[in-house]
């Protein structure tokens, strides 16, 4: 039997890993053989599960086969944890990315879903395959379960906050585009985390017409069990709401929905009064110098090196500026220069050398 894959989406920093952890250490708990996805470069989503170690990613292992022009394994990127007290063990994969600023995370997204497609991870003997995904992205490679349905279900994780709602509305708004044309994923429902009581994302999922999954109030000794590499759901209260959310998922008990998500007005509306009022364009004056000040300012100050070069130029004795600019500008030879200034060329060549002696002391000094 194909393997159960759910993907979970939410704005960076709102708990989308300890959450998908959790729900992991849950299925676990259950008897179910879970595999826990990361899906961010950060390769963080699987640090709690393991004890705090940092696992191994596709897209390292991958280029690293690649120069040797071995193929990858699927124990150079799959790995097992047996967890103290649950006798199911868990597995772990680290998609990764690159390192900040040398290349594109939605492309090491899609090409370390390629490597797994070709190693059949869609048909290994495994329960669920949780996807821990960062929502607040718009790049195409972060949508791959979406457009290339390779996520059944979809959870959006949110808090109270406009910005993390703001990031849900997204993402639904994203696999309601892609179900029109052909995506399969549905969306189940929305989890609050750190619900603060305030209502505010109650107020959006009704709007929007999202189920809401889990509300999980913020709890300070489940941070703690998180930040020492444990599971929150040891905590009975904790555990208690996890193991319904698991349980409602494993017998399909929920209603997938049908929300496309709110367009951006209707959004903003939820959090207060906006006005009607279009927005004011700058003028043009208000912006660009009077053009007479920045002929001055452009003849004063100059823009880059070269143009400073030539402005120190002009500074130049004149027969010094003038050798200057024939051999250096003109490229004309000493013997040329010689010739047509009726010169000697050591003359010549010392007028060249006092030049480019008094250039430098003119650049550096401006």
């Known amino acids: 039997m194909k393997p159960r894959t759910i993907a979970i989406y939410g704005k960076g920093g709102i708990g989308k ?17 879970v595999l826990q996805l990361g899906c961010d470069p950060k390769h963080d989503s699987t640090t709690s599960l393991f004890g705090g170690i940092s696992l191994p990613t596709v897209t390292e292992v991958f280029a690293e086969k690649n120069a040797n022009n071995l193929p990858v394994e699927i124990s150079d990127i799959v790995f097992r944890k047996e967890i103290p007290g649950i006798d199911q063990p868990v597995y772990g994969i680290e998609l990764g990315g690159p390192q900040v600023g040398r290349g594109c995370g939605g492309r090491g997204i899609i090409s370390g879903f390629d490597v797994l497609e070709k190693l059949g991870m869609f048909s290994w003997d495994i329960d669920i395959i949780l996807m821990d995904f960062l929502g607040d992205v718009v790049c195409g490679g972060f949508a791959t379960p979406l457009a290339r349905s390779l996520s059944e279900e979809v959870i959006l994780l949110t808090t109270n906050d406009r910005q993390s709602i703001f990031t849900a509305n997204n993402i639904c708004q994203a696999n309601n585009y892609f179900k029109t044309v052909g995506g399969q994923s549905k969306l189940l429902g ?21 189920n809401i999954l889990m509300q999980l109030p913020y709890n300070p000794a489940a941070r703690d069990r998180d930040d020492s ?54 003028r043009a004056e208000e912006l660009i110098q009077d053009s007479r000040k920045q002929q001055r300012h452009t003849r004063s100050v100059p823009r880059n090196d070269n143009e400073q070069l030539l402005a120190c130029v002009d500074k130049l004795p004149a027969d010094e500026r003038e050798i200057y600019v024939m051999m250096e500008v003109e490229k004309k030879s000493v013997a040329e220069t010689a010739a047509l200034k009726d010169m000697d060329e050591s003359s010549v060549s010392g007028l060249l050398r006092n030049a480019r002696k008094n250039l430098k002391k003119l650049f550096f000094a401006s």
Not at 190 to 209: P, Q, T, V
Not at 233 to 262: H, M, N, Q, Y
């Open 17 to 33: 890993s300890f959450t998908t952890t959790n729900l992991s250490a849950t299925f676990a708990m259950m008897g179910k053989k």
């Open 190 to 210: 929305l989890i609050i985390n750190r619900d603060d009581g305030s209502g505010i994302a109650e107020k959006y999922a009704r709007a929007a017409g999202i």
């Open 229 to 282: 590499f444990d599971f929150a759901v040891r905590i009975p209260e904790i555990g208690e709401k996890f193991t319904k959310l698991a349980t409602d998922i494993l017998e399909r008990r929920i209603e997938p929905c049908s929300a496309a998500g709110l367009d951006f007005q209707d959004f903003v509306r939820l959090f207060g009064d906006v006005s009607d009022e279009l927005p004011v364009p700058a």
